[in-house]
């Protein structure tokens, strides 16, 4: 029979604790990679290539070296040497870490605009950035491919892996669609995006002998850590890697850029700690960003609503240096009980840096497509997509772990007033203003992954948490803060989390929303752990500490999973086991609806986005301050997309041509209208704690949402984001 | 770090001095665009003249109900001038449509008539750019053209003057004291800035060693003037297009018009078309149209800014007759 401790305090899931890295952020305590100070610190500088496909023919850095205080100027010519990247591995998923395939300043050859080719150190960033500037580079070029609509027809089918499957299928949905008495048939673009974290990617490193220490912006310091040791040939077990604030990462820092190895690389060659901060630019050259895609959508239905044939097919592109496939059809396979269902994703592959992740990838467009049918129905979009709300995952059949689409658009109508809209496109107006009022489905996957934890429980009450998980913003550390002050019933303030640092135990990377329940679900069985060891010391009565003193004992401590290599690679086994057997079993999601109100000026057709409801099924909400904040930044990332955001590919040259704040068009506040977002907190029997993540849904269905408001104002279908007045007039 | 000298100038004999056989000198006001312009390797003084000292940051009413603008007045203080607001509330109103209130602390009248474009190209050291490497070719055209001209561009260069206090200044009758060793002159706004021809570099009639010392206003023809603009988001962005304008009416006939388009030329672009069409016709919605197109028949786009012809058309009309209800409501 096991003890109960008595719970003493009142619990603090749910409430809106104050996160716990705040006074250090708003005190500019907080210390972020480009802010450590050492001893004979030296400041590094990139040159970028400014062709798309080429070698270089000669590099002149004599002007760049002559400048006082500059100490080298690294080339191919001069680079030391770096060890290939390592091909993908499901058993060992920090194969995915690199950026890029390419051996930076390793080569001569250059793969694409923006490459760096070389690198100068100096004792001040100021010689460093002028000296790059004097870097003479000339080049013979090759025939490159960089216009991806130029290149769509040469789209070839995309391979599926173990964490993405390609194409998939139900019925004969084209066949279907030929028969259906009602159909609807558009194409989509959307054009590629960047990420822009307010903090660009920063690396400061020290090498003492073959032991490095790195501070790093970084979503991913285990990625990190196996990656540096590998391309620089050294022990993994003397690498450090430290993250302990991030200032967003949004995706783009998950993957290992040139910058970070560039700056281990120019401190291995100068023998000094060196730092580099990466300008707004350097950001944009070397970092990748989202796929731009042309998507085709189909869909037949039956006169009373009912779906029979969903078709939705896409283009995307990678880099010929590499890059995933976005999956911008993957909600397509969840969201609708269609009778046949046709899904496929073609790629093409171009001269330009890899694509990486960017919040939601595949799933933040959502599909504006529902609504199109509904105006065909002369039916409420709402309605439409009650109808055809499955049972069952629809693609293929499997349980749905968790599914309250219905609760979330009852509970997001009734916030919003959904019910005071007229149907007609144009019926609504606020003086000269054209109104509408628009509604879709948020969706993203919930993921889980391996983290190891420890748990100390000290005589004074205090506990300690230390996983190496990351936080970027999201409130990682106060949530799990509370998550353990509750198992433990101690109260949150005793409660401290270590983390950001890979000598702490392993965690996954912070992406995919999954890392919240990832490291609760490990913390959990820690503080169950930790219950019974206490429960065996104490009497019934005695709370956490009461019982250590009682027996005597300074501390007591918990660990789950093991940092060993065996331990590793169990873990890794057990949680590919676990995830294969789970994704065969459910199909576990976030999921929402999103309601918007815009304006849209007859005459200019700017359009203001005025108010905005959304409604949430995200399990059980652990903080609720930084959960609803987490998930109206997703939001106002998805208005950016849907009215502003795009990064100008120069066809002619596959060259950046916005590669700063000015000319590539995030929201301003002037942009971003109240959002009210609600959640109906009805925990996921699936999950730890019954915890979804909710760092990417908000985003998904926004740009949707304001599509559709767009058409309901003005009367036009918009399918080409973004959604610039230009196309309105 | 590149080298440059730096002087910081108590009056304006001093800075007029220190630029005199100079031919790389700049002269440094808020500093919000030169700054930059040498971050980016676009600006290379060998002297820096800092000017923000001078002594000229005062709005001052003239005889004749003008003002008189010290070419450092900061922008946010001319806004919110209280002359400025009353009589000439379209230049408020321009000033307050730009930048961020950081900026606009910081810029001065002065350097906002010097502002260079921001074309894509021009930015950008790799792209060929006549303006900055005169010769060398226009990679905007063919290019990204969504902020570029439609108005009195050539095949040598499409970019746009960013500014939209000039806008406001041109549809006032503004005229620029400008002052060197050699003496002072006073040009029309109008005549400031040069349209780029074959010598894109040559972006104004100020010789090297010439300070803008002032801006003056005349008595404005009507106090009703607003200004519209146009742009990608609801703040921090330059005009793709955007209207300053100035309407009298009597007995249902425009009596006085005053009409300058922003984002759409190299320079600020007085509608002197539109505005021989307008005055003594009818105020009336299908008249300011009728005058639009008048403005703009001459209007040629690329691929990605064609859109600017309809949209200044709207937009002027649409400025039009919000004066007009303005005028009625009051």
């Known amino acids: 029979m096991t003890q109960t401790l008595p719970r003493t305090h009142e619990p603090s899931v749910g409430k809106p604790v104050d996160r716990v890295d705040g006074t250090a952020k708003t005190t500019g305590a907080a210390r972020f990679a480009a802010e450590y100070p050492y001893p004979g610190l030296a400041h590094a500088a990139l040159v970028h290539a400014t062709v798309s496909r080429g070698r270089i023919t000669a590099i002149d850095t004599t002007e760049a070296a002559a400048i006082p205080g500059v100490i080298t100027v690294l080339t191919h010519h001069n680079a030391p040497a770096l060890k290939p990247p390592r091909r ?81 299928k139900k019925g004969d949905a084209e066949a279907a669609l030929a028969k259906a008495p009602v159909r609807i048939e558009a194409r989509f673009t959307t054009p590629p995006h960047h990420h822009n ?16 220490t790195v501070h790093d912006g970084t979503q991913s310091i285990d990625w990190l850590r196996s990656h540096l040791a590998l391309r620089f040939d050294v022990p993994v077990e ?63 239905a039956r006169t009373d609503g009912t779906l029979t044939a969903l078709v939705h097919t896409s283009v995307t592109r990678t880099g010929r240096v590499g890059g995933n496939p976005e999956q911008v059809t993957s909600q397509s396979k969840h969201l609708y009980d269609a009778e046949n269902i046709l899904v496929r994703q073609n790629v093409v592959e171009l001269d330009l840096i890899s694509n990486t992740a960017m919040r939601a ?144 135990p392993l965690s996954p990377a912070a992406g995919g929303s999954m890392q919240t329940a990832s490291v609760a679900s490990s913390v959990l069985t820690a503080c169950e752990k930790l219950r019974r060891k206490l429960a065996r010391l104490g009497r019934p009565g005695d709370d956490p500490a009461a019982a250590l003193a009682r027996a005597g004992v300074p501390s007591l401590e918990v660990s789950v999973g093991s940092d060993t290599r065996i331990g590793r690679l169990t873990g890794q086994v057990r949680f590919l086991s676990k995830l294969i057997r789970d994704q065969r079993r459910w199909m576990k999601a976030a999921s929402g609806a999103q309601f918007c109100e815009v304006r849209v000026d007859p005459d200019t057709g700017e359009t203001r986005v005025s108010r905005w409801t959304a409604a949430f099924d ?60 609600a959640y109906l907190d009805e925990p996921d029997p699936t999950m730890p704690l019954g915890l979804i993540g909710v760092g990417e849904v908000g985003i998904t269905g926004a740009a949707a949402a304001i599509a559709n408001a767009i058409h309901h104002a003005t009367g036009r279908r918009i399918r080409e984001l973004p959604i610039t007045l230009d196309k309105l007039l | ?70 070419a450092l007045v900061r922008n946010s203080a001319l806004a919110a001038h209280p002359l400025i607001r009353t009589r000439y509330p379209v230049l408020s109103q321009a000033i307050l449509c730009g930048a961020s209130a950081q900026l606009r602390n910081m810029a001065t009248v002065g350097g906002n008539l010097l502002q260079r474009t921001r074309c894509l190209y021009f930015y950008d050291g790799a792209s060929a750019c006549n303006k900055r490497e005169p010769g060398s070719g226009c990679a905007a055209i063919g290019g990204f053209t969504r902020n570029h001209g439609v108005l009195g561009v050539s095949e040598h260069c499409i970019a746009t003057h960013p500014s939209d206090l000039c806008v406001a200044l041109a ?17 029309p706004l109008s005549e400031f800035h040069r349209l780029p021809g074959s010598t894109p570099h040559v972006e104004t009639a100020l010789a090297p060693d010439e300070l803008i010392t002032a801006v003056e206003l005349p008595a404005p023809v009507t106090e009703r003037s607003r200004y519209r603009k146009v742009r990608d988001r609801a703040s921090y962005a330059f005009a793709l297009v955007s209207v300053a304008a100035a309407l009298d009416v009597g007995d249902g ?36 149209r009728t005058a639009a197109e008048a403005e703009l028949a001459a209007a040629t786009g690329q691929d990605g800014n064609t859109f600017k012809i309809e949209l200044a058309r709207r937009t002027i009309v649409a400025t039009l007759r919000d004066l007009l209800s303005d005028g009625s409501a009051a």
């Open chain 1, 361 to 504: 990838p595949g799933d933040s467009i959502g599909t504006a497509s529902i609504d199109e049918l509904a105006y065909e129905l002369g039916m409420d979009p709402i309605e439409l997509r009650m109808r055809n709300e499955p049972e069952r995952n629809p693609i293929d059949g499997r349980r749905f772990a968790n599914r309250k689409l219905r609760e979330a658009y009852r509970l997001g109508a009734e916030r919003f007033g959904w019910a005071d809209r007229t149907p007609e496109p144009g019926s609504m107006r606020d003086g000269r203003w054209l109104v509408g009022m628009g509604v879709a489905t948020a969706f993203h996957p919930a993921w889980q992954f391996l983290a190891n934890v420890t748990v100390r429980l000290s005589v004074d009450g205090s506990v300690l948490v230390r996983c190496g998980f990351q936080e970027m913003g999201m409130g990682g550390a106060t949530a799990q803060a509370q998550i353990a002050a509750d198992a433990l019933g101690v109260p949150v303030e005793s409660v401290r989390v270590e983390y950001g640092d890979s000598s702490l």
């Open chain 1, 618 to 677: 995200v399990g059980r909400v652990i903080n609720a301050k930084t959960a609803v904040s987490q998930l109206r930044g997703g939001i106002v990332m998805g208005i950016g997309m849907a009215l502003s955001e795009e990064t100008l590919v120069d066809p002619r040259t596959g060259r950046i041509m916005n590669p700063g704040l000015g000319e590539y068009h995030v929201p301003v506040h002037a942009d971003v209208p109240p959002i009210d977002v």
């Open chain 1, 88 to 168: 993908f591995n499901p058993l060992d998923l920090s194969t995915m870490a690199s950026g890029t395939s390419v051996s930076y300043l390793n080569t001569d050859e250059v793969h694409w605009d923006g490459q760096p080719v070389a690198v100068v150190v100096a004792e001040t960033l100021t010689a460093a950035r002028e000296a790059a500037a004097l870097v003479e580079v000339s080049y013979t070029t090759f025939a490159s491919t960089v216009d991806f609509k130029a290149e769509e027809p040469n789209a070839e089918p995309q391979k599926g892996n173990l964490l993405m499957s390609g194409s998939a």
């Open chain 2, 171 to 187: 549809a006032l009758d503004a005229e620029v004291e400008v002052e060197s060793t050699r003496g002072t002159r006073r040009l």
């Open chain 1, 238 to 300: 003397g690498v450090r890697v430290l993250a302990p604030f991030v200032g967003g990462g949004f995706g783009g820092k998950a993957n290992i850029w040139p910058g970070t190895i560039l700056t281990v690389m120019a401190a291995r060659a100068t023998g000094r700690p060196v730092r580099l901060l990466l300008t707004r630019e350097d950001v944009y050259r070397t970092v990748g960003g989202r796929t731009p895609s042309t998507q085709r959508v189909a869909l037949g």
């Open chain 2, 1 to 70: 770090m590149r080298t440059f000298s730096y002087v910081s100038a108590p009056d304006v004999e001093t800075a007029l001095r220190a630029v005199a056989g100079e031919p790389n000198a700049k002269f440094l006001g808020g500093g919000t665009n030169l700054v930059d312009l040498m971050r980016e390797n676009i600006e290379r003084p060998d002297v820096v003249v800092d000017i923000s000292r001078l002594p000229l940051t005062e709005v001052e009413e003239l005889p004749g109900g003008g003002v008189r603008i010290g």
């Open chain 2, 253 to 288: 006939t425009v009596t006085a018009v005053r009409l300058a388009l922003g984002g759409v030329a190299p320079k600020p672009w007085r509608a002197v078309e539109a505005e021989r069409v307008l005055l003594g016709a009818p105020a009336t919605e299908e008249a300011f």
């Open chain 1, 197 to 212: 974290a307010i903090e660009p990617h920063a690396t400061t490193a020290m090498w003492d002998g073959d032991r490095l």
